[in-house]
């Protein structure tokens, strides 16, 4: 099955190239027009992403783009493939770990606990753009930039009764879905709680069931999307969701430097409007979280330490095993921690 699939997906990539070269053959060579894709619809925040950084490509008379929103070129591990390809020369995506472990690298817990801190190690001019470029490179990609999403917290469904702030003496085994990736399963397991790794789109269904108690890796969308079901929500802070910017890398190193700067500082610019943006949905979320009746609960900053200390000395030992110690001193001289 997987040779059918991974010849379907050469089929579709030799077919937008040739749809691609016979619709550019006659541009000047002075016009670059590529392809620029991502798999989510109208009404995510990709897509207002990635109107903004069309619109300042106006600005140049050597850039064009074909924007292909929605999913049409292939959902977000196909985009990750076709831009490993040169297919699409440019997506925005999440980092596909079937095509290298290391890109597990994205779910590893408290490298950043609050906004300030996720700014500055994840922002523009942030090191671990440099940290996942050592790994892209080897795929013959390039991380432009790293868009912000939320922190994930941890949601308990209404009955329960717990409010879990105190690790992992509060835990007390409590049934908690995590994604079925074995970093988020091993983490909740040492914070104390009873691991059950489920799809994202079982995971209400579960809640409803009561077939776990609580749920992590919870963004505050999707906490209020969830709300008739829960009670309460602790937000542990324990994971940062982000997504790549990412470009093929010898199609981008072939580029003029003048249109590769233009590029550069348009998704620069356009990265720093998306971080303001992020923080300011989280924030409303939150609200309108607090406002459905759900108990929303901060933890203190020595409860996030005493979490955050198991977590390093348990989850990044794991993690230095697979991206090897390099990756993982960066790593925590960005997160402060070396």
Do not use: C
């Not at 190239?17 to 016979?22: E, F, L, N, Q, T």
């Not at 790994?135 to 917290?153: C, E, K, Q, V």
């Not at 009873?194 to 409803?208: D, F, G, K, N, R």
């Amino acid at each position: 099955m997987k040779t059918k699939f991974k010849h379907k997906k050469l089929r579709l990539a030799i077919a937008i190239s040739a749809i691609m070269g016979a619709s550019f053959a006659v541009s000047v060579q002075a016009n670059e027009r590529f392809i620029f894709a991502h798999a989510m619809p109208s009404d995510h925040v990709f897509h207002s992403i990635s109107e903004r950084f069309i619109e300042q490509l106006e600005e140049s008379e050597n850039l064009s783009v074909a924007y292909h929103p929605g999913g049409d070129l292939g959902d977000w591990t196909s985009l990750f493939e076709q831009s490993m390809q040169g297919v699409v020369p440019m997506s925005i995506t999440w980092g596909a770990s079937e095509f290298d472990q290391r890109l597990d690298l994205s779910w590893l817990g408290y490298v950043v606990s609050n906004w300030e801190d996720a700014r500055e190690v994840y922002g523009p001019g942030g090191e671990m753009l440099e940290v996942y470029n050592e790994i892209f490179h080897d795929l013959d990609l390039h991380a432009i930039g790293i868009i912000p999403t939320d922190f994930g917290s941890l949601v308990i469904r209404k009955g329960v009764g717990k409010t879990p702030v105190n690790f992992p003496e509060d835990g007390q085994n409590l049934k908690t879905r995590v994604p079925p990736v074995p970093i988020a399963i091993d983490r909740f397991n040492s914070l104390g709680f009873a691991s059950v790794p489920i799809p994202l789109s079982e995971v209400y269904t579960a809640l409803q069931l009561g077939t776990v108690d609580a749920r992590a890796f919870s963004t505050a969308v999707e906490t209020y999307q969830q709300r008739d079901v829960l009670e309460t929500n602790v937000l542990t802070n324990d994971y940062f969701e982000t997504a790549f910017w990412l470009v093929n890398k010898d199609w981008w190193d072939g580029l003029s430097a003048e249109n590769r700067d233009f590029l550069q500082d348009a998704a620069d610019n356009t990265v720093l409007w998306s971080w303001d943006k992020a923080e300011s949905l989280s924030n409303d979320f939150i609200d309108k979280v607090r406002e459905s009746g759900i108990n929303v609960v901060e933890l203190s900053d020595e409860q996030i330490d005493a979490a955050a200390k198991i977590v390093h000395e348990t989850e990044w030992p794991v993690m230095e095993e697979l991206v090897g110690p390099e990756i993982m001193s960066k790593l925590r001289q960005a997160a402060g921690i070396e």
